[in-house]
């Protein structure tokens, strides 16, 4: 487990964040998520371990969110425009990271996937049932009853903690964006006034201090409610439930970084000269 304290908490550091995060991510990849999938695929496999496995998961990703706050305390500009991030995971992005959303449509599809099985009722007997780990093609393989039908008549607290962190979504998300978008106006506005009495530089430079104090503000905010959803729905669920959840989620910041995708997603790009020539026709 990496330990966030202490890298981003002195004002000049030198340290950028994107090797923090790409040492996070190979602690994601290759420690944590293959420790969790080996913990849900073995029969014999504890309810401790399973715990165990999944609160270091939970943890990891709560250890993320904390260094995002520190290192916006230094500089909050390469998190609001990460160049760490590749093509894939930018239209995902929210104030520096990924939308909020994404966790609750996650949910979301592990309810739809429920309400689909109930449809395509399988053999009850058998204790062992395959199961795919992203819904994708990768290989198929064994894993208990009770976590491959986790997802089964889901409770009526998850579905109701579902439908509240949905509606107060629906209130913080255009709120931050009306925040970000203010501070942004504001020092343009304050910029061009100056302007003209000539104090281009101390105008430009109090500005700047202002919005990037204003936008470290934002920054935090939607980045705590990154934190409480994900809390949100760590405490509604089981521990089954919970792993799976963890699973997808990992698999899904994973999968955005896979050299085959990422090279398809380069052949798909058309050219900015090609684009113009089909907008003409």
């Given at each position: ?26 602690t994601?990849?290759n ?18 371990r ?14 993320y ?42 949910l ?8 689909t099985d ?15 780990s ?6 198929l ?15 009526y607290?998850?579905?109701?903690r579902v ?8 209130l ?23 302007w ?14 202002e ?39 990992a698999?899904?910041?994973v999968g955005f970084r896979?050299?085959?995708?990422l ?15 089909l907008?003409?026709?």
């Amino acid at each position: 487990m990496l330990k966030a304290v202490g890298l981003f908490g002195r004002k000049k550091t030198t340290r950028q964040f994107k090797d923090f995060y790409a040492e996070w991510f190979n602690t994601l990849k290759n420690t944590l998520l293959p420790s969790l999938r080996s913990s849900m695929s073995e029969s014999d496999s504890s309810l401790t371990r399973l715990s165990t496995q999944m609160e270091a998961l939970h943890l990891h990703f709560q250890s993320y969110y904390d260094a995002l706050d520190l290192a916006s305390q230094n500089d909050v500009a390469q998190l609001l425009c990460p160049t760490w991030r590749n093509p894939l995971e930018k239209p995902f992005l929210f104030l520096g990271d990924f939308h909020p959303y994404l966790f609750t449509n996650l949910l979301r599809s592990f309810l739809t996937q429920n309400d689909t099985d109930s449809d395509n009722e399988n053999d009850g007997d058998s204790m062992v049932v395959q199961c795919a780990s992203d819904r994708g093609d990768r290989d198929l393989f064994d894993r208990p009853w009770h976590i491959a039908t986790a997802w089964r008549s889901p409770s009526y607290n998850l579905m109701e903690r579902v439908e509240q962190v949905e509606r107060g979504l629906r209130l913080m998300v255009p709120a931050l964006a009306a925040r970000a978008r203010d501070a942004q106006v504001g020092f343009l506005e304050r910029v061009a006034r100056n302007w003209a009495f000539g104090t281009h530089k101390a105008a430009v430079e109090e500005a700047m201090a202002e919005q990037n104090e204003e936008m470290v503000g934002v920054f935090v905010d939607a980045n705590r409610l990154r934190k409480s959803v994900l809390v949100e729905i760590m405490g509604a669920t089981n521990v089954y439930q919970g792993a799976l959840f963890l699973e997808g989620l990992a698999q899904f910041l994973v999968g955005f970084r896979d050299p085959e995708l990422l090279a398809q997603f380069e052949l798909c790009k058309t050219p900015l000269s090609k684009q113009s020539r089909l907008l003409a026709i």
